[in-house]
C-alpha cells in the first residue's frame, strides 16, 4: 500500500524531516510531529483510560451479579471473539474507504456497546453485547498503528511507537484509579457495598464517556487520497513488469513466521491479564479502591518505562529485546501466582507489567519494518486477529484452571506460553541475528 498524501494538505500526513540533533533527542522532536499523530496520540489517551476501567471494574462488575470464574472467563473472551470476526473486514473496509471513518465509527459504538453491556444481567444478552463490543473496537486496533507508522520516520517511529504506549498503558492507567473511586462514591451515596452491581455499573459508564469524549478531535484528521496512491502502485506495477520484472508477492511465510509467536505469546498475556484483577480479589479480598491504586501504579510505571524502549533498542537490536524480555517474563508470572503474601504478588505484577510495556512498542516496530508499506494494514489485521484468538483461547483456559484447578494453574499455563513465544522467533528468525550472551 502507498502511502502517498494529498497534495492539498501534505504538511498533516508527511513525516516532517528531522536533523541529526533531532534523532539524538526523540522528546525534544515531540513538538515537531504531523498533527495527525497528535490526534491519534489524543484519542489513544482516552482509549487508554477506557482500557483500565474496563479491566478493573466490568469482571468485577460481572463477579458482583453472582457469576463464577469460569463465565467470567468464557465472557471476557467474547471481545477477543468479535475482533477476531471483524478484524479482517475492518482492515479491508478501511483500505476501501480510508481509515478514518473507520476511526471515528470506532469512537461511537465502542461507548454505546459498553454502556448497553452494563444494563444488561442475563448470561446471553451479556454474551451477546461484549461480543458486539469486541467487533467495533477492532477498528482502533486495525488502524491507529499504521496510521501512525505512516506518519512518522524511521528514526521517530520507535519513540512515537513508545509515547502511544505510553498514553495507552500509562497515562490511561489512571483510569485504575477512576474505576476504584467511582464505585466507593457512589457506594457512600447509595449506602451500599462498593462491590455490589450498581456501583461498579457505574464506573463502566465512566469508561464509555472517556471513549466518546477522547474520540471527537478525530473528525478533524486528515487522510491521503489512497485511491489516487492504488491507481500509481498498480501504474508502477504495470511498469515493472512491463520492463522484465517481476510483480511483488504476498509475503505469506514472513507474516507466518511474525503471527505465530504473537499468538502463542497473546494466549499466554489472555490467560493472566483478562483476570489478574479477578484474581487479587479472589485471593486477597480487595474492594475496588485499593485495587484501582494498585494497578494505577502499575500501569502508570509500566507506561513510563515504555518510554525508555529506544534507549534499550540503541544497545540492543529489536529482536534481541524482545526474546530476552519474554523470557524473563514467565518466571514472574509463576512469582504471582504463587506469592504467599500480597505486596510479593503486587512486586511480580509491577515487574511484568514493566516488561511488557518495553516491548510493545519495540515489537509493533520491529513487526512493521519487516513489510512494504502496501501491506502494513493487512499485517496489522492479522494482529488483530491473533489478539482475538489469544485472548479467547486464553482467558477460557485461564478461568477453567482457575474454577477446576486452582487460582494459580493458570499463571502456569501463562508462563509456558512465554516460554514458547520467544524459542518460536528464534526458531524464525535464527539465532545468528540473537546474541543472548
Given at each position: 500500500m502507498s502511502l502517498l498524501s494529498d497534495a492539498t494538505d501534505s504538511s498533516a500526513q508527511k513525516p516532517i524531516p528531522t536533523t541529526d540533533q533531532d534523532h539524538g533527542s526523540f522528546f525534544s522532536s515531540l513538538f515537531h510531529l504531523p498533527r495527525n499523530v497528535y490526534l491519534l496520540l489524543i484519542f489513544t489517551t482516552g482509549k487508554g483510560f477506557q482500557l483500565s476501567i474496563i479491566a478493573l471494574v466490568l469482571n468485577y462488575y460481572i463477579h458482583s451479579l453472582g457469576y463464577r470464574s469460569d463465565f467470567i472467563g468464557v465472557f471476557?473472551?467474547?471481545?477477543?471473539?468479535?475482533?477476531?470476526?471483524?478484524?479482517?473486514?475492518?482492515?479491508?473496509?478501511?483500505?476501501?474507504?480510508?481509515?478514518?471513518?473507520?476511526?471515528?465509527?470506532?469512537?461511537?459504538?465502542?461507548?454505546?456497546?459498553?454502556?448497553?453491556?452494563?444494563?444488561?444481567?442475563?448470561?446471553?444478552?451479556?454474551?451477546?453485547?461484549?461480543?458486539?463490543?469486541?467487533?467495533?473496537?477492532?477498528?482502533?486496533?486495525?488502524?491507529?498503528?499504521?496510521?501512525?507508522?505512516?506518519?512518522?520516520?524511521?528514526?521517530?517511529?520507535?519513540?512515537?511507537?513508545?509515547?502511544?504506549?505510553?498514553?495507552?498503558?500509562?497515562?490511561?492507567?489512571?483510569?485504575?484509579?477512576?474505576?476504584?473511586?467511582?464505585?466507593?462514591?457512589?457506594?457512600?451515596?447509595?449506602?451500599?457495598?462498593?462491590?455490589?452491581?450498581?456501583?461498579?455499573?457505574?464506573?463502566?459508564?465512566?469508561?464509555?464517556?472517556?471513549?466518546?469524549?477522547?474520540?471527537?478531535?478525530?473528525?478533524?484528521?486528515?487522510?491521503?487520497?489512497?485511491?489516487?496512491?492504488?491507481?500509481?502502485?498498480?501504474?508502477?506495477?504495470?511498469?515493472?513488469?512491463?520492463?522484465?520484472?517481476?510483480?511483488?508477492?504476498?509475503?505469506?511465510?514472513?507474516?507466518?513466521?511474525?503471527?505465530?509467536?504473537?499468538?502463542?505469546?497473546?494466549?499466554?498475556?489472555?490467560?493472566?491479564?483478562?483476570?489478574?484483577?479477578?484474581?487479587?480479589?479472589?485471593?486477597?479480598?480487595?474492594?475496588?479502591?485499593?485495587?484501582?491504586?494498585?494497578?494505577?501504579?502499575?500501569?502508570?510505571?509500566?507506561?513510563?518505562?515504555?518510554?525508555?524502549?529506544?534507549?534499550?533498542?540503541?544497545?540492543?537490536?529489536?529482536?534481541?529485546?524482545?526474546?530476552?524480555?519474554?523470557?524473563?517474563?514467565?518466571?514472574?508470572?509463576?512469582m504471582i501466582g504463587f506469592a504467599p503474601t500480597m505486596p510479593l504478588a503486587i512486586a511480580g505484577e509491577y515487574s511484568r507489567s514493566l516488561m511488557r510495556t518495553l516491548i510493545e512498542p519495540v515489537y509493533a516496530a520491529f513487526a512493521m519494518e519487516r513489510v512494504s508499506d502496501r501491506h502494513r494494514a493487512t499485517l496489522s489485521g492479522f494482529y488483530a486477529i491473533t489478539w482475538s484468538i489469544g485472548f479467547s483461547i486464553g482467558p477460557t483456559i485461564g478461568g477453567w484452571l482457575q474454577t477446576n484447578m486452582s487460582l494459580s494453574a493458570s499463571f502456569i499455563f501463562g508462563a509456558c506460553c512465554l516460554l514458547i513465544a520467544p524459542t518460536l522467533l528464534l526458531m524464525f528468525f535464527g539465532r545468528s541475528n540473537v546474541r543472548l550472551g
Open positions: 471476557s473472551a467474547m471481545p477477543s471473539i468479535g475482533a477476531l470476526l471483524g478484524a479482517l473486514p475492518t482492515a479491508m473496509v478501511a483500505d476501501r474507504v480510508g481509515r478514518k471513518p473507520v476511526l471515528v465509527f470506532t469512537a461511537i459504538l465502542t461507548p454505546l456497546t459498553l454502556a448497553c453491556c452494563a444494563l444488561v444481567t442475563s448470561v446471553p444478552l451479556l454474551l451477546t453485547i461484549n461480543l458486539l463490543q469486541g467487533i467495533v473496537s477492532t477498528g482502533y486496533w486495525v488502524t491507529n498503528l499504521p496510521l501512525l507508522t505512516e506518519s512518522t520516520t524511521p528514526k521517530q517511529r520507535v519513540g512515537v511507537l513508545a509515547l502511544n504506549t505510553f498514553l495507552l498503558l500509562g497515562v490511561g492507567a489512571l483510569g485504575n484509579l477512576l474505576g476504584g473511586a467511582i464505585p466507593e462514591i457512589i457506594a457512600g451515596i447509595i449506602h451500599v457495598s462498593a462491590a455490589s452491581p450498581v456501583p461498579l455499573r457505574w464506573g463502566v459508564f465512566m469508561a464509555a464517556c472517556f471513549t466518546f469524549v477522547f474520540g471527537l478531535p478525530l473528525w478533524t484528521l486528515q487522510e491521503p487520497d489512497r485511491r489516487a496512491a492504488r491507481k500509481l502502485t498498480k501504474n508502477t506495477e504495470a511498469a515493472l513488469l512491463a520492463a522484465g520484472g517481476t510483480k511483488e508477492r504476498f509475503p505469506f511465510w514472513l507474516f507466518f513466521k511474525l503471527l505465530i509467536p504473537d499468538l502463542v505469546f497473546t494466549m499466554g498475556e489472555g490467560a493472566v491479564v483478562a483476570l489478574i484483577q479477578l484474581y487479587f480479589v479472589l485471593r486477597f479480598h480487595l474492594l475496588p479502591g485499593p485495587l484501582g491504586i494498585i494497578f494505577a501504579i502499575s500501569g502508570v510505571a509500566g507506561g513510563i518505562f515504555s518510554l525508555t524502549a529506544p534507549l534499550f533498542v540503541r544497545r540492543w537490536s529489536k529482536l534481541r529485546l524482545i526474546i530476552v524480555v519474554q523470557y524473563l517474563t514467565a518466571p514472574l508470572m509463576i
